[in-house]
């Protein structure tokens, strides 16, 4: 069982940065897909961003804007949040799973672990 605990999510004004953190439990954190996901009132969970294997994929919204990192040492998923937009508004949460690969990380449904969410509000 892998627990996810995000921080760093507040309110900012359009054009303004965020830093969100993910810290992950566990042995085993540089074995895991990481995402990032986000959620607005009504609405689906939407993928932003993910690595795997090292490798980041993007939403094609905030690419430019976003960068996703980790540190294995640290059991820890990074989202550093550039040039925010009104629109990107929203509960943003991180997941983790050992069986995504490739592209189907930007797949909600195959990740078997999420944490509680932290709200991103971006004033205009």
Known sequence: QVQLVESGGGLVQAGGSLRLSCV?????????????????????REFVAGIS??????????????????????????LQMNS????????????????????RLILSEKYDYWGQGTQVTVSS
């Open 24 to 44: 992950a439990s566990g042995r085993t954190f540089s074995t895991y897909t990481m995402g990032w996901f986000r959620q607005t009132p009504g609405k689906q």
């Open 53 to 78: 294997g090292g490798n980041p994929y993007y939403e094609d919204s905030v690419k430019g804007r976003f960068t996703i990192s980790r540190d294995n040492a640290k059991n820890t998923v990074y």
């Open 84 to 103: 925010l937009k009104p629109e990107n508004t929203a509960v943003y949460y991180c997941a983790a799973s050992q069986k995504i690969t490739g592209w």
